[in-house]
């Protein structure tokens, strides 16, 4: 990403040892909150996942569910103490102190295998790296076994997840009113989040509730 400078923070300590935290960096800009909330749903309506092969490595375009999805999985991922690499994980922000990117960077010894970078106001990744095959070939699909087991187990599908962000983003984008009395107002946002839990019929799926609560509050900072 071009113009990244040190940012002023430090991430969340590692919780396994093969993970480590590097450190956080700041990208020159501020967000657009109505932007970067409208890219989000206009995301919703691609499809799941398409894969670009660039000149030295991957593209994944994600619709807004299906992404919500693969990052937790990429985390869970490569938080795993059997991957047989180190991975680091830096945090980029933008001025304001958004999470806009998070990178995964593996290594074994001093050799990089390859960088895994998700841009999450754009539901969008990029694996570069001399062995970014080993992505696509084995990692993506083990994130995608991930995906599919979390979604049994709630009993739902990943057009279920993408097409409750969608009603979720579309309800923000037309309250913009409602958005700055809540960014102003916690008791207030605290309110909406109760009531956009309940905005459909799936509100007793407790990983999509989780997704959509996230999302809420990210949506509020920007």
């Known amino acids: 990403m071009s113009d990244i400078v040190p940012f002023a923070g430090t991430a969340a300590a590692a919780e396994l040892k093969n993970v480590t ?3 956080a960096v700041g990208v020159d800009y501020t967000l657009n909150m109505r932007k970067s909330l409208q890219k989000k749903l206009d995301s919703t309506d691609q499809e799941d996942v398409i894969v670009y092969e660039t000149g030295g490595g991957f593209r994944l375009v994600l619709n807004t ?32 102190g958004n999470l806009v990117e998070t990178q995964y960077k ?27 095959h080993q992505f696509t070939e084995i990692h993506l699909q083990a994130m995608l076994k991930n995906i599919e087991e979390r979604l049994i187990n709630d009993e739902t599908t990943t057009t279920d997840v993408n097409s409750a962000f969608k009603k979720l983003l579309m309800s923000i984008t037309k309250n913009e009113s409602k958005l700055s009395e809540i960014k102003m107002n916690p008791i207030a946002m605290n309110n909406y989040v109760a009531s956009m839990n309940q905005f459909s019929q799936y509100e007793k799926k407790s990983m999509l509730v989780e997704l959509i609560k996230t999302q809420i509050r990210i949506s509020m900072r920007y």
């Open 65 to 96: 569910g299906m992404y919500e999805l693969f990052k937790i999985a990429a985390g869970q991922f490569f938080s795993n103490n059997t991957l047989p690499y180190k991975c680091c994980k830096v945090p980029v922000h933008d001025r304001q």
């Open 106 to 132: 593996l290594s074994s010894g001093r050799q990089g295998i390859y960088t895994l970078n998700l841009y999450h106001t754009k539901s969008s990744c990029l694996i570069n790296g001399k062995n970014s």
């Open 21 to 23: 935290d590097g450190a």
